[in-house]
Structures are given as C-alpha cells and as structure tokens.
C-alpha cells in the first residue's frame, strides 16, 4: 500500500465516536509514513467531530495557532443525575431535590359508617416532579456562563495535578483539589428542550438504574480555548438545582475549519 502525501499540512479530520483522538493520529501515521503526527485540541471518545491533524514539523508547529482559535460545539445535556465525569461514562445518580410535593385541597368523600348521614372530608398529597423552563434554564445560562468565567475541570480530565494527569489520579481512587481556569464563552443557544423516557440507564459497571423522565437540554455553544463541555454541563445543572451531564458532544468548527468540510479516515 502507498504512502499518503499530506506532508506539512493541516488536515480537517471527522473524529467518529468511539475512539480517542491519539487513535486518529496513529492512524493518520501509519497512512502517510510520517513520524511527526500531532492535533490540537483533544476530543474525548464519547465525542465526536472535527479534529485537526498536522502531518510533518513544519504543520504540528503550526497546531497551536489553531488551538487559540474559537470552537464551536453542539451538546446534549441531561438534567435530573449527574455523573462521576460529567458524561456518559460515569457512575450515575439521580439527583431528588427536583422533587417538590404539593398539597391538594381537601375533597369530599362518603364516611365509612352512615352516621347522622353527613360526609366526612380527607386531604390528598401528591408529588410531581418540577422542572426549570426554557426560559428559567436562559436566565440562568445568562446571567452565569457567557463572558470570562471560572470554571473548575472534570475529575477525570488530562489536566495535570503535580505533574500527573488528574484521571490517572481519579482512577486509582485519590483525592484532590481540582484546578480552576478562567475560560471565554462567548455563545450559548438553546436548540431543544423536551421531556424524555427513559427505560434505563446502563452503568460502567454494567448495572443499570431506571430512569423515568428527564429533560434533555440540547445546546450550541462557541467557546474559548481550555473550555471543558462538560464542566459547562454539570454547572449549569448545578445552578438549576438539578444536576445534569453530558449525553453527546460534537465539534462543529475550530476557527474556519468546519465539520461539513472534514474528511473521514
């Protein structure tokens, strides 16, 4: 088989779900022949989209002028559990304070005994679960996640906390204190708001937990560099009072390299 020629370039590559983004550099390795392979911008398995590829030196010394630029992702947030890493490969939970209980007014019934032939009263509860609106969840977004914000990095993420990657560290059990970053969102857009079911959602460990209904929050945003979606996901839920981690992620764009245009290996 011969070698691919994409040597000093940048290539705009679709990254399926399912696989890392080191898988897609050695890959695009064994295709070109090249040694010198880098990306900017890493992709978690779960996620999908674009991921440039630099082929040779002269590329992967430009990687991180592409890195400083904007990156647009389209996401699904699950609001009601949380999540162990803020996605879907985590250990769940549901989160109950959702729950409110609402007294319903007293209602007439007929009393067991037939005694002097009047009716007795009884008062009923019922619990229904309330979620945030549309409108609510805009507010918030609003108010707290457009501009330089704080934000505090997933557990298990490639940060490196005393020169060890923080999901190495998460793995074995360790305990330690997540390094915040300021981080630029610039755009944040409600596409979908729905109420779900869910038959049952399956655990790492294989188990699985009813679910119910959720609402599922699908949003398009434009962010900075160093932005975690996932940490955007478990704030927002955490605002709302909810809870809430990400179901799906896309990369649409980095900068002027965009998704219609990437090529699949």
């Known amino acids: 088989m011969s070698k691919l020629d994409f040597k000093n370039k940048l290539l705009n590559i679709y990254k399926p779900k399912g696989v890392s983004s080191f898988d897609v550099v ?35 010394k430009r990687l991180r002028f592409v890195l400083e630029e904007d990156k647009e992702y389209v996401g699904e947030i699950k609001l009601g559990m949380v999540s162990t890493t803020d996605d879907e490969e985590g250990r769940k939970s549901k989160v109950h304070k959702v729950h409110k209980v609402h007294k319903v007014h007293k209602v007439e019934s007929l009393p067991r005994r037939m005694t002097l032939g009047r009716k007795s009263t009884e008062s009923k509860v019922a619990s229904k679960t309330i979620w945030p609106s549309k409108i609510e969840i805009e507010k918030v977004i609003q108010e707290n996640f457009i501009g330089d914000i704080v934000q505090i990095t997933p557990t298990y993420s490639a940060v490196k906390i005393g020169g060890e990657r923080a999901y190495k560290k998460a793995r074995r059990g360790e305990k330690f204190t997540r390094p915040p970053r300021i981080v630029t969102i610039k755009e ?50 955490e605002k709302l009072g909810t809870g809430g981690y990400l179901t799906s992620l896309v990369r649409t764009r980095i900068g002027n390299y965009k998704m219609e245009d990437s090529v699949r290996l």
């Open 188 to 237: 944040v857009k409600i596409l979908d708001y729905q109420l779900k079911s869910f038959k049952k959602i399956k655990q790492s460990d294989d188990s699985n937990i009813s679910a119910g209904k959720y609402p599922v929050l699908k949003i398009k945003t434009v962010v900075g560099s160093g932005t975690y979606i996932r940490s955007l996901a478990r704030e927002i839920g």
């Open 26 to 60: 050695r890959d695009v390795k064994r295709m070109t022949g090249e040694k010198k392979v880098g990306h900017a911008g890493t992709l978690d398995p779960l996620a999908e989209g674009v991921l440039i590829v630099g082929v040779g030196r002269e590329a992967t």
